[in-house]
């Protein structure tokens, strides 16, 4: 907020009646905070940026900088991240500067950019559909169901309609693997009489490898679905299947101790 706003502010709360400080609390401010910025009753302007600051006493030289920039542009390290040039230093005895001075460096000379021979990394859109109908987008994952004995789990697959919210498909397996999806997938599109003249139908999960396997994605291929996916290290990207999970999870009828066998849990989810 402007100073002159704040002091007018202030001026007309003490003439109201308030004090002047805690009309200062109320805006935020000390009260000495308030006499220094009318210093002999005139507005001053802010000195801060006036201010004379020393340089710091282990500020690096120019010859320094240099000397950096000169050691990660050199062959063995022109591919190399300071993460990595650092510690190969460290490991030869040669201590230079920290990994974040080499950062800092090689930004202010423009010289922090992707380094190696691998792709720079890029951002993934969103993936964005509109279900105007049913069975139009699908959403799908897998859950762990707790077993009989620590450390043992279940797998439950389910499909669930983002339209209507109708559970399409679902079954309870003892893994995790790419043709059980499919298997569920192919059941769920017989079961809803879905063809491809109907219309495209997208599938959405995330990218845990039975989404991304061979057999799953031949079986979308052959029944004409589009995949989508969720946005690499992006866990709210599949929001409809994780909170059917947690309302599943959070039945009453939900055991702590967890399933003694795989048809109690089949049995439950039913």
């Not at 859109?125 to 789990?153: F, H, M, Q």
């Not at 499909?159 to 997938?185: M, N, P, T, Y």
């Amino acid at each position: 907020m402007n100073r002159n706003i704040i002091i007018k502010l202030v001026e007309e709360a003490v003439i109201s009646g308030a004090s002047q400080q805690l009309a200062c609390e109320e805006i935020g401010i000390s009260v000495r905070t308030l006499q220094r910025w009318c210093k002999d009753g005139a507005l001053e302007a802010d000195q801060r940026p006036l201010a004379e600051r020393l340089e710091p006493a282990n500020k690096l030289t120019d010859a320094e900088c240099k000397e950096i920039l000169e050691i990660v542009n050199q062959p063995d390290f022109q591919s190399l991240p300071p993460s990595q040039i650092v510690p190969i230093l460290a490991d030869q005895g040669i201590y230079v500067a920290s990994e974040s001075t080499f950062y800092r460096v090689m930004h202010e000379a423009g010289e922090q950019n992707h380094r190696g021979r691998c792709k720079a990394p890029t951002s993934k859109p969103k993936s964005t559909y509109c279900a105007t109908e049913p069975n139009r987008v699908w959403s799908w994952d897998i859950t762990y169901l707790p077993g009989p004995v620590r450390g043992l789990y279940f797998y439950l697959y389910l499909i669930l309609d983002i339209f209507s919210r109708d559970i399409v498909g679902w079954e309870v397996w003892v893994e995790e693997s790419a043709e059980h999806a499919s298997q569920l997938i192919r059941r769920a599109v017989m079961a809803q009489g879905i063809t491809r003249q109907e219309g495209p139908l997208v599938l959405h999960s995330d990218n845990g490898s039975p989404m991304k396997g061979a057999a799953m994605l031949e079986t979308l291929y052959q029944l004409g679905i589009t995949p989508s996916r969720s946005r690499p290290r992006v866990s709210n990207d599949n929001p409809y299947s994780e909170s059917i999970f947690k309302t599943c999870k959070y039945r009453p009828s939900y055991p702590i101790g967890g399933f003694a066998t795989i048809n109690d849990a089949d049995n439950l989810i039913k």
